[in-house]
Structure formats: structure tokens, C-alpha cells
């Protein structure tokens, strides 16, 4: 696809004006990523920002024993790491392609006089970091303040809403990751995720089959996230 019909679907820079997205478009760089290949490491100087254009990278921190907490899954259309772009410093968290993936990248120094030539682009990043902020500080409240059976349930409940089909038995679905990949994700070990699964199946309140998920009563498994324990 061309830079600019990329470019358009992008929420960074879908109201741009033509020139505007001329200046962009202009001095975006194609760039291409294998599975598992690392799109930049938390820690590193700031090269610049990337949309992307086909695939899905995952953005996630990792503590000092190596333990990984997802912060999101991006795809086409989105971008990352406007923030150390605006503010000089080094990438907060790293970048790694999920799938084979392309992106466009925009240098900081190129990025940085894009803004100061057209302030329009200056203020839609700021749009796009203030619902990142907002998304980040939800993950913090969840770890914070929800236990890890009731974060596995608030998965579960999101997943069968977004890509589950109703059978005779309830909501099926299935997992898109390991026990150890919904870990990261949700913030804990992978022998609590195991656990947890174990005892919900146990309690009847979903059938487990290998990453196969049939949630049998959506409401009851929502009132079970409420009481917590």
C-alpha cells in the first residue's frame, strides 16, 4: 500500500490535511519485521514512532527477575512510541512483532518538525497518548486492586464478548495464547493462571479443554468477578 492510504487509516493521522499528510508521507520509511523479531527494547534511545501497516506487535515491560506485563496488542492502523518521540527520552517498554509485520517509521527529528510546521499533528498526538495514558492507568487500577481469579474472569468475560459463539453449553471461545501468555498479561505467574482455570472448571463455572474455553453462565461468571475471593 502507499504511505498515504496507510497513513489515512491510522487514528495518528486520519484528519490530516493534504499537506499535512504530504509532510508525513514524505519522510516515512518502510520498514519490515519477522515473527518474535524485536521492534525496539525499553531502555533504548528513542529512534522514532511506527504505524502499523500489516501485522500485530505487543508491547510489554519486563521486571528486573524477567517476569513480562503486557500492555497492549497493536495493529494495523495504530501507532507506538510517540511519547519518547515528544519528549526526548528512551522507549518505556518494548516492542516485539507477534506476526510478520510492517510498519512506517517516522524519524523523531523528522517527527519533531512535522509538529512545528503543522501544529494540528502535535495536538492529535496528544490525543492518542491521553487514551494510552488512560488504558495504562485501568491496567494499573486492575493490578492493583483486583485479585488474580478475578482478573482471569475479566479476561475470560472480554474474550467470549469479543470473539465468542453461543452454543447449547454457553460462550465458546478459544484462548489466543498459553497459560503463561495470558500471565503476562494479566500480571501474575503462569502456576496461578493453571490453578485458577482449574478451580473455575472445578466450580463449574467454565469447561476447559486444553485453550478451548466454554463459558457455560456468562452472568454467574460475572457476579463471581464482582465478589472476588
Known amino acids: 500500500m502507499k504511505a498515504q492510504e496507510i497513513l489515512k487509516k491510522a487514528q495518528l493521522f486520519t484528519h490530516l490535511s493534504g499537506p499535512e499528510m504530504l509532510a508525513v508521507s514524505s519522510r516515512a520509511v518502510v520498514k519490515r519485521f519477522e515473527p518474535g523479531q524485536t521492534i ?3 531502555g533504548e534511545p528513542c529512534e522514532g514512532l511506527h504505524v502499523i501497516a500489516q501485522g500485530k506487535l505487543r508491547l510489554f ?3 528486573a527477575s524477567g517476569r513480562e506485563q503486557v500492555l497492549a496488542e497493536e495493529g494495523p492502523g495504530s501507532s507506538v512510541a510517540e511519547l519518547p518521540v515528544l ?3 528512551a522507549y ?3 516492542a516485539v512483532a507477534v506476526s510478520a509485520c510492517e510498519t512506517l517509521f517516522l524519524a523523531r527529528r523528522d517527527f519533531r518538525a512535522i509538529c512545528l510546521e503543522h501544529p494540528d499533528v502535535a495536538l492529535k498526538v496528544l490525543t492518542v497518548v491521553g487514551a494510552r495514558l488512560r488504558r495504562l492507568v ?3 487500577e486492575e493490578l492493583s ?4 481469579r478475578q482478573r482471569i474472569i475479566a479476561y475470560l468475560l472480554r474474550e467470549a464478548d469479543e470473539q465468542g459463539t453461543k452454543s447449547w453449553a454457553g460462550v465458546e471461545f478459544d484462548l489466543p495464547g498459553t497459560h503463561q501468555e495470558l500471565a503476562n498479561r494479566i500480571g501474575t505467574v ?3 493462571v493453571s490453578r485458577n482455570l ?3 472448571q472445578a466450580e463449574k463455572l467454565i469447561a476447559s479443554d486444553g485453550r478451548h474455553i466454554i463459558i457455560h453462565d456468562v452472568a454467574k461468571l460475572q457476579a463471581e468477578q464482582e465478589v472476588g475471593g
Not at 486492586?145 to 488474580?148: E, P
Open 87 to 89: 519528549d526526548g527520552g
Open 198 to 200: 482449574a478451580r473455575l
Open 145 to 148: 486492586f483486583t485479585t488474580v
Open 190 to 192: 503462569r502456576e496461578l
Open 92 to 94: 518505556p517498554a518494548s
Open 40 to 42: 525496539f527494547s525499553e
Open 138 to 140: 485501568g491496567i494499573i
Open 61 to 63: 515491560k519486563t521486571s
